[in-house]
């Protein structure tokens, strides 16, 4: 069973960075495709970022282009987002997910496992 794990929510002042890591675990990571996804309050998911299976394709949505960064690392079974320059639109539950294709895409029905959720907050 594959299990997604993401940390390194927390609350954050305007302008402030937050680097969120997603430990994987009980699947075959590199070959997955990874997103991240975030949820606010009374707003429906709105996908973030996505990063083929080899790193070579990314995607942004336009709103957090040129302030966040996606990466992974197949060694250590982990996807990251460096979130930079932050501001408080960006408050949201920050979710990552797997897709078993790996061909990046930032549509969430594509992807197959999630996890949890972490929390940023971003302060005014």
């Known amino acids: 069973q594959v299990q997604l794990v993401e940390s390194g929510g927390g609350l954050v002042q305007a302008g402030g960075s937050l680097r969120l890591s997603c430990a994987t675990s009980g699947g075959t990571f590199s070959s997955y495709a990874m997103g991240w996804f975030r949820q606010a309050p009374g707003k429906e998911r709105e996908s973030v970022a996505a990063i083929s299976y080899g790193g070579s394709v990314i995607y942004y949505a336009d709103s957090v282009k040129g302030r966040f960064t996606i990466s992974r690392d197949n060694a250590k079974n982990a996807v990251y987002l460096q979130m930079n320059s932050l501001k408080p639109e960006d408050t949201a539950v920050y979710y990552c997910?797997?897709?078993?294709?790996?061909?990046?895409?930032?549509?969430?029905?594509?992807?197959?496992?999630w996890g949890q959720g972490t929390q940023v907050t971003v302060s005014s």
């Open positions: 997910a797997a897709a078993n294709w790996g061909i990046a895409t930032m549509e969430a029905y594509n992807y197959d496992y």
